[in-house]
């Protein structure tokens, strides 16, 4: 197929691209400029103007018009902000091509995080507890101390704003003090935002692609360091077995959703119970893609034959115990151990774990001895020589 590929600055977009390139599809990358995905080799290259957060109707025309002018197939975008964009504006894309989505209503039920909790207690899932602040209300009480430390979250990632709509974060917040601070930075469309109780333990997620109501492919990772280390993005993970529970929740909660298309249901196990803890669903392809891929499950190939029409066999054996991490990702959480760390001993124990990699364990998630561009062009925007 002829495939085009938006955000192509995000990692999960190099996973896909390579990914699809080696399955010999014809592959665009889509990207304001320079991009890793566009880097990598055998792709070529279109120059997107529109923001899918800013302006998703003119985001989604000039996506039609690439896809017209070149005559893609199929459209595969990567972010949050470029799938509702398309997903919203579906009627300025060609009728033909192929979008392996699922439906605007469903993709928006999984990404509110507010309507999720029922959802995912109804499936099996365990949910943190949670407090939801409806209002930019500035006086609204607050749990007491001992509920903090908490992790504030907007109900979706992707809110109006007073141009298009605006990304807004999940915020890790000590106590009350930097709840307040992190609550007035938030704009009205954020809310109703959802404070909750910091959960203690590893993040470990499932992800699931689903298709006519079938599980094709499922896999499951443990993250092992994040950036910032408190939590956020992960930055080195390893393959695991599907944890029973949390296969058998998620397969629950996609059927309860009616899901279409690529899942990652990211969760905290909580040391104290043991149970995976619903964290949020990722309805798009997600940051730690390529360890999928290195561990034998080629998510982006299975989708594309999918969406073909074809029916492949069912991937859910992989190899365990595959690390990957993000090379510069991991540098600025070293960066942050060292600055942050509370000793000697502490800093030390964060620089042996960074220079700890075993050749054939571990894999570099960017670099390729056979496509050095995308890390080349990385470590330069990272040096701040490339713009």
Known sequence: MRIV???????????????????????????????????????GRCRVAADPLRDPGAYAR?????????????????????????????????????????????FRAASDKARMLDLARQAGLAVPETVVLATPDSSAPLPPADFFPAVLKPHRSVVP??????????????DAASCR????????????????????????????????????ATFAHRRLREKPPEGGVSV??????????????????????????VAMIECKRDLGTGRHVLMEI???????????????VDFPAL???????????PVHAYRVGVRSRWFWGD????????RNGAGVAEKLAAVREFLRFRPGRDREEIWRWRDPAPFLLESLRWFGAAR
Request: charged share 20%; net charge positive; with cysteine.
């Open 181 to 216: 601070a992190a609550l007035a930075a938030l704009p009205a469309g954020a809310f109703p935002v959802l404070l909750q109780r910091a959960i203690r333990g590893p993040g470990e997620g499932l992800f699931a692609l689903m298709w006519d109501g079938r599980m094709v």
């Open 282 to 296: 990722n309805g798009r392809l997600w940051g730690s893609l390529q360890l999928a891929i290195d561990a034998g």
């Open 331 to 338: 540098v600025d959480h070293l960066y942050l151990r060292l």
């Open 62 to 106: 000039e996506l039609g018009r690439i896809a017209a002018a070149i005559a893609v197939d199929l459209v595969l975008p990567v972010t949050d902000a470029s799938v509702e964009a398309l997903l919203e504006h579906r009627d300025a894309l060609p009728p033909r091509l192929a979008l392996p989505l699922p439906d605007l209503a469903t």
């Open 303 to 313: 989708l594309v034959s999918c969406a073909q029409g074809a029916c492949p066999a």
């Open 161 to 174: 704003a007073d141009v298009g709509r605006r990304k807004v974060g999940v915020s890790y917040v000590p």
């Open 5 to 43: 590929i938006t955000d192509g600055d995000e990692r999960a977009a190099l996973a896909a691209a390579r990914s699809l390139l080696a399955a010999g599809h014809e592959v665009y990358v889509a990207a304001r400029g320079r991009s890793l995905a566009g880097a990598t080799r055998g792709a």
């Open 236 to 261: 080195y993970r390893e393959s695991i077995p599907p944890p029973a529970e949390l296969l058998a929740a998620g397969t629950r909660l996609l059927k309860l959703l009616r899901w279409q298309g």
